[in-house]
């Protein structure tokens, strides 16, 4: 009995199998009977005896059957023919050897006058394995666009880095022909490829190849497929099209989409991330995941540049609760569209002390990203008083609200302007990380993260650039020497989610920055991207150095102690601490004169107080 049932399971799955494409199935079998007819018109020559036509009429309906349940068996219908590749071709081949194979048996076994000629088996399933491939494969090999899709203006590509992305853009670019981009060559830096060929696509060379590919192949865009980004050969190719008159985009890597199959869709225009060539984060997505996922996390300062990435970051984990709280309602606004509901956008300001408590006491956070903070380095030399409003008293509210309500994860975005800071902005930075060191109680990980300039922030350099670019220049640089640190957001909130992973309690971590930049560099890389000569269609001007910033930025101060930790791209800073007593007395210095707005008085409390004689070192706080 339970033998009958699985066969009558079996013969269920089987049918239904059959019939998923009503429309294919008939498809292949008008196929099947005009390709056996084909097979022997041509065993004939064009002159089918009589006899010919009876056998045909004989072998047909076997053929059918037989060819119709090899597909079924190989499961032909109910697939999503748009994708297929070499796995489903190889299918189809075995489907149609499995058939045929039946098909010369049984001709082998019955011989007479009434059967077909032996050959014609073997023709017909040949011609039928043709008809099969064209009605399964026709995007590809007639390049004939999804219905409704608008055709692009083809653009002729040439594919300029590793192998394996290049065969998967070779590979989209054939199945979505709609998308109007044609591969028509591939340079590489990979010697044992040239002289062969992907999908018909000729790979030709190394990247010095590149003028002399566009102007064989008549290409107009370069389109960079890298395994991973290396800036000197991002801008060897960047220039080497130039050279050629091509404009240049970018395929991305498996890591820039975390982790996700790039497609066509994810193809984008070079940007100055590209061109610097930071090196790749690597993060442990896991430990990430098991600190976040079901947790209730408040992010400050949601809608500012680091606060957004950070937000977008760790939605991606699914936490339990998402507050993101920030002062200004349209960034709050912008950062909160497209998140699902477990985000809850809090209209607030870390200043008032008594929203903070309110807040924690309502939302009970169990971690907390505090990214909210006053950065623009000119506009705080003026006003000291906000400074330590926000970036100080702020920083410190959050902090006790955090400690009352038992936040156990803590991490406060600091700046590599904190160290041997020059500028009002960053001994406001500096004091909040010792505020964090002195605030934690006891078994609590709360960190300090510092880092440099991220690329197209709201304080960097780079909106301004583009901007003055954009309006035919000149490009205001403020010293030919003055250099800085960069990375993109999406990078440093990586390894921000990272650090918090690493944190155990009262570590100040500094990140891997890669080598400084001169502005000058940075200027001029921006000029050519935009298609510009510096010079000579875009000017640079030097307007000298502003009120409170450093030719060169640091990441460890003197008196520090910087030790590697389990990331090779995070380090741990051992940083001496100020006495707990003159701490306090700072603060309440640094309230009144804040509250008074003493402009002056103000910003020389505050560099004073940073620069105040330690009370004990940060091992020794945390033991």
């Known amino acids: 009995m339970e033998r009958r049932h699985d066969a009558m399971r079996t013969s269920r799955r089987f049918i239904q199998q059959l019939f998923a494409e009503p429309g294919l199935l008939a498809l292949d079998l008008l196929g099947i009977a005009v390709a056996y007819a084909v097979a022997l018109l041509l065993r004939f020559d064009g002159q089918v005896p009589p006899s010919g036509w009876r056998g045909y009429a004989l072998f047909l309906p076997v053929a059918l059957l037989l060819h119709a349940w090899a597909n079924a068996r190989r499961r032909l219908y109910g697939q999503v023919w748009s994708q297929a590749g070499a796995h489903d071709a190889r299918v189809v081949v075995s489907a149609v050897l499995d058939a045929g194979a039946v098909l010369f048996v049984i001709g082998l076994l019955h011989p007479g006058s009434e059967q077909l000629p032996r050959s014609v088996p073997l023709l017909g399933a040949v011609l039928t394995l043709l008809v099969f491939g064209a009605t399964r494969f026709r995007r590809r090999l007639f390049g004939r666009a999804r219905p409704g899709a608008a055709a692009a203006e083809p653009t002729r590509v040439v594919l300029v880095g590793a192998i394996e992305p290049a065969r998967t853009l070779i590979q989209?670019?054939?199945?979505?022909?709609?998308?109007?981009?044609?591969?028509?060559?591939?340079?590489?830096?990979?010697?044992?490829?040239?002289?062969?060929?992907?999908?018909?696509?000729?790979?030709?060379?190394?990247?010095?190849?590149?003028?002399?590919?566009?102007?064989?192949?008549?290409?107009?865009?370069?389109?960079?497929?890298?395994?991973?980004?290396?800036?000197?050969?991002?801008?060897?190719?960047?220039?080497?099209?130039?050279?050629?008159?091509?404009?240049?985009?970018?395929?991305?890597t498996v890591h820039e989409v975390l982790g996700a199959a790039p497609s066509l869709r994810d193809i984008r225009d070079i940007s100055i991330d590209d061109l610097l060539g930071r090196p790749q984060v690597e993060i442990d997505m896991a430990a990430?995941?098991?600190?976040?996922?079901?947790?209730?996390?408040?992010?400050?300062?949601?809608?500012?540049?680091?606060?957004?990435?950070?937000?977008?970051?760790?939605?991606?984990?699914?936490?339990?609760?998402?507050?993101?709280?920030?002062?200004?309602?349209?960034?709050?606004?912008?950062?909160?569209?497209?998140?699902?509901?477990?985000?809850?956008?809090?209209?607030?300001?870390?200043?008032?002390?008594?929203?903070?408590?309110?807040?924690?006491?309502?939302?009970?956070?169990?971690?907390?990203?505090?990214?909210?903070?006053?950065?623009?380095?000119?506009?705080?030399?003026?006003?000291?008083?906000?400074?330590?409003?926000?970036?100080?008293?702020?920083?410190?509210?959050?902090?006790?609200?955090?400690?009352?309500?038992?936040?156990?994860?803590?991490?406060?975005?600091s700046t590599?302007?904190?160290?041997?800071?020059?500028?009002?902005?960053?001994?406001?930075?500096?004091?909040?990380?010792?505020?964090?060191?002195?605030?934690?109680?006891?078994?609590?990980?709360?960190?300090?993260?510092?880092?440099?300039?991220?690329?197209?922030?709201?304080?960097?350099?780079?909106?301004?650039?583009?901007?003055?670019?954009?309006?035919?220049?000149?490009?205001?640089?403020?010293?030919?020497?003055?250099?800085?640190?960069?990375?993109?957001?999406?990078?440093?909130?990586?390894?921000?989610?990272?650090?918090?992973?690493?944190?155990?309690g009262g570590e100040i971590y500094v990140l891997d920055m890669g080598e400084p930049v001169r502005i000058v560099d940075l200027a001029r890389r921006l000029i050519l991207l935009a298609g510009a000569t510096p010079g000579r269609e875009i000017d640079i001007e030097y307007v000298g150095v502003r009120p409170g910033e450093k030719l060169a930025e640091e990441l460890v101060a003197g008196g520090e102690d910087q030790r590697p930790t389990a990331h090779p791209q995070i380090d741990e800073v051992h940083t001496p601490l100020l006495a707990p007593r003159d701490l306090a007395a700072g603060l309440d210095r640094l309230r009144r004169l804040a509250d008074a707005h003493e402009q002056t008085a103000c910003a020389e409390a505050l560099h004073a107080l940073v620069a105040g004689a330690p009370a004990r070192s940060a091992q020794e706080l945390r033991a």
């Open 288 to 413: 990430i995941g098991r600190l976040l996922r079901g947790r209730r996390v408040l992010i400050t300062g949601a809608g500012g540049s680091i606060g957004s990435e950070i937000t977008a970051q760790v939605a991606s984990f699914e936490p339990g609760r998402l507050v993101l709280l920030d002062h200004d309602e349209t960034h709050l606004h912008d950062v909160v569209v497209g998140l699902d509901r477990t985000a809850v956008p809090v209209l607030g300001d870390i200043r008032d002390d008594a929203f903070v408590q309110e807040l924690f006491a309502t939302e009970r956070p169990e971690v907390v990203f505090h990214a909210a903070a006053h950065k623009h380095v000119p506009i705080l030399e003026a006003f000291p008083s906000e400074a330590v409003h926000t970036n100080v008293l702020g920083t410190d509210n959050l902090l006790r609200a955090a400690a009352t309500y038992d936040v156990q994860r803590f991490v406060t975005i």
């Open 416 to 504: 590599d302007k904190a160290v041997n800071p020059s500028s009002v902005m960053g001994a406001s930075k500096r004091l909040s990380e010792q505020l964090m060191l002195h605030r934690r109680p006891p078994g609590a990980a709360y960190c300090a993260v510092r880092f440099g300039n991220v690329l197209g922030s709201r304080g960097s350099v780079v909106p301004t650039f583009v901007r003055q670019i954009e309006d035919g220049g000149p490009v205001t640089v403020t010293h030919p020497d003055m250099t800085r640190f960069f990375m993109s957001a999406r990078e440093a909130v990586q390894l921000v989610l990272q650090a918090a992973v690493l944190a155990g």
């Open 172 to 252: 989209a670019m054939q199945n979505e022909p709609e998308r109007g981009l044609v591969p028509v060559a591939v340079l590489t830096p990979q010697p044992r490829h040239w002289g062969r060929w992907i999908a018909g696509v000729p790979v030709e060379g190394p990247l010095a190849m590149l003028p002399t590919a566009a102007r064989t192949h008549d290409a107009e865009q370069a389109l960079l497929a890298f395994e991973r980004f290396d800036g000197a050969e991002v801008r060897r190719a960047v220039d080497r099209a130039r050279e050629a008159g091509l404009t240049v985009r970018v395929f991305p």
